[in-house]
């Protein structure tokens, strides 16, 4: 990923091949993207990482210029394109050894 913070009013990295972006602000409440370059519409998660991991479904957006409005003011991280993976929070290796025994 690239940065591409020119995409948005907070942080953006960018994968310039296939379209996927991972946005970034903190203390707000409305996050403005533009992804109008990317190839038809796209699955979206936002989620609040001052909180517990949980992703709220705001896609498939389609590829344009878009003010996404959150639900409260906090720190906002939102995912757009196909990443793979669950939705399991990871767990830091100290976490793992703690619980191994």
């Known amino acids: 990923m690239r ?7 907070g942080y953006c990295l960018a994968m310039p091949d296939d379209g996927r972006c991972v946005f970034y602000k903190e203390d707000t409440q409305t996050i403005t993207m533009d992804f109008s370059k990317a190839r038809g519409a796209q699955p979206a998660v936002a ?15 389609d590829p344009r210029k878009h003010t ?8 906002w991280a939102i995912a ?17 050894r703690t619980n191994a025994y």
């Open 68 to 75: 996404w409005k959150a639900p409260h003011e906090s720190d």
């Open 3 to 9: 940065r591409a913070n020119d995409l948005t009013d």
């Open 47 to 61: 989620v609040d990482t001052a909180k517990r991991y949980h992703e709220i479904d705001i896609g498939p957006l």
């Open 80 to 96: 757009i394109g196909q990443f793979g993976g669950g939705t399991e929070p990871p767990t830091n290796s100290a976490e793992k």
